[in-house]
Structure formats: structure tokens, C-alpha cells
């Protein structure tokens, strides 16, 4: 199955730097590939999605890149704020429907 | 996007006791699905619920301990059998978007053993 490594676990920036996350799966077949944002005590939210017929996407400061030759992906964050702090999670889609296997998660900290 | 609401939100259950969460969609969907986040760990799938048939578990994870119901196309239950420490986690069921590839997360449901 689906195997999806996702570095680093920890990252801590000062804020207004920019912060990249890296994720690569295993299955050639995978075509979708979303991000999510989970603060402390709350449910993961999707904050930016790629498929596998793109190479890049940007929504304002959130930008995701995909490699599929290499087979990885990575999140980027530009101008971080210290609201950005958070656990992010990339997950991976492969040919089965809607189910998701996700990285280990990287823990953002923002410093004011 | 789509609203999926669940219960409860939290509970503190009693070892060996079991617990049904669940999970109601705004709109139809063809599947949902029931993953578990451990404290300090990521998202781990449990199972896919299927309407009108037995649901369909990953490695690791097995009906007697994870009963599933599926009863209609907005509607899912999870149950969590004779519940132990272990069982202490955050379990959030999520459905695909009936326009694309798009998946979301209900709120999730705390479930803390003691």
C-alpha cells in the first residue's frame, strides 16, 4: 500500500520567514495530494490540495509543488505569522477511493 | 464544501465499556470514512463504510472491535468496543466531496478511557 514520509517533524521559524514541508509516497498511482492544518484541539482542516496533472498551486502566502517523477511534494509558507503555528499533515491518495494515508506530521512554531 | 457533524464532541468513557459515535453529512456521499488520531500522532484509516454492505477495514483494525453501520448516504456509526487506555484518541470521520477529490473531516470525537 501507500506509504507517505513527511519531514521535518518539527520546524520552528521566526515570523515573517518562509517554512517548507516535505512529503514523499511510494505509489506511482497516487493522484491527489492535500494538506492539512490541525491546531491544538481542533479537527484537521484542508488548507491547499494538489492533483496529479499539476505541477504547482498557490493560494496567497500557501503554495504546494508536486514532483511526480521523484514522487514527492512539498508545502511552502511565505511571510509566516505567528497564527501559522500548527501541526501540518500531508496525505496521499492513491487509486482507491477517498481514502487517504497521511504523513507523520510536522509541528510548525512561528516566533513573534 | 460539505458539513459533517459529529457525536459527541468529547466523553470520558469507562474501561470496558463501548461507545457509538456519530457522523451525519449534509448531502449524499457514496462512501465515508472513519480514521483514529492517537494523541501526538497522525491519521491512521480505520475503515470504509459502505451503504448497503459490510464495511471494509485496514490492516490492524477489525469489526468486533470496530463495528460500523451505514444505514443511508448521510449517515455513518462508529463503535468502539470493550474500551481500553489504548482506545484513547480522537476519531474523526470524513467523506469526499460529491463534486470531486476533494476530502473533509468532521469535527472529530475525544474519546478519553479510563
Known amino acids: 500500500g501507500e506509504n507517505v514520509e513527511q519531514h521535518p517533524s518539527t520546524l520552528s521559524v521566526q515570523e515573517g520567514d518562509s517554512a517548507v514541508i516535505k512529503c514523499t509516497y511510494s505509489?506511482?498511482?497516487?493522484?491527489?495530494f492535500p494538506w492539512y492544518k490541525q491546531e491544538l484541539g481542533k479537527r484537521p482542516q484542508l488548507i491547499i490540495d494538489i492533483r496529479s496533472n499539476v505541477g504547482e498551486k498557490k493560494d496567497q502566502r500557501i503554495a504546494v509543488t508536486l514532483n511526480k517523477t521523484a514522487k514527492h511534494f512539498s508545502l511552502h509558507i511565505t511571510e509566516t505569522q505567528p497564527e501559522d503555528s500548527a501541526v501540518y499533515f500531508c496525505?496521499?491518495?492513491?487509486?482507491?477511493?477517498?481514502?487517504?494515508?497521511f504523513g507523520q506530521g510536522t509541528i510548525l512554531t512561528v516566533h513573534p | 464544501s460539505a458539513v459533517i457533524s459529529q457525536k459527541p464532541s468529547r466523553d470520558i468513557c469507562q474501561r470496558g465499556t463501548s461507545l457509538t459515535i456519530q457522523c451525519q453529512v449534509d448531502s449524499q456521499v457514496t462512501m465515508m470514512f472513519w480514521y483514529r488520531q492517537q494523541p501526538g500522532q497522525s491519521l491512521t484509516l480505520i475503515a470504509t463504510a459502505n451503504q448497503g454492505s459490510e464495511a471494509t477495514y485496514e490492516s490492524g483494525f477489525v469489526i468486533d472491535k470496530f463495528p460500523i453501520s451505514r444505514p443511508n448516504l448521510t449517515f455513518s456509526t462508529l463503535t468502539v468496543s470493550n474500551m481500553s487506555p489504548e482506545d484513547s484518541s480522537i476519531y474523526l470521520c470524513?467523506?469526499?466531496?460529491?463534486?470531486?477529490?476533494?476530502?473533509?473531516f468532521g469535527e472529530g470525537s475525544w474519546l478519553t478511557v479510563v
Open positions: 470524513s467523506v469526499v466531496e460529491p463534486s470531486g477529490n476533494t476530502i473533509y
Open positions: 505509489d506511482s498511482a497516487s493522484n491527489y
Open positions: 496525505a496521499a491518495k492513491g487509486t482507491s477511493y477517498g481514502k487517504l494515508t
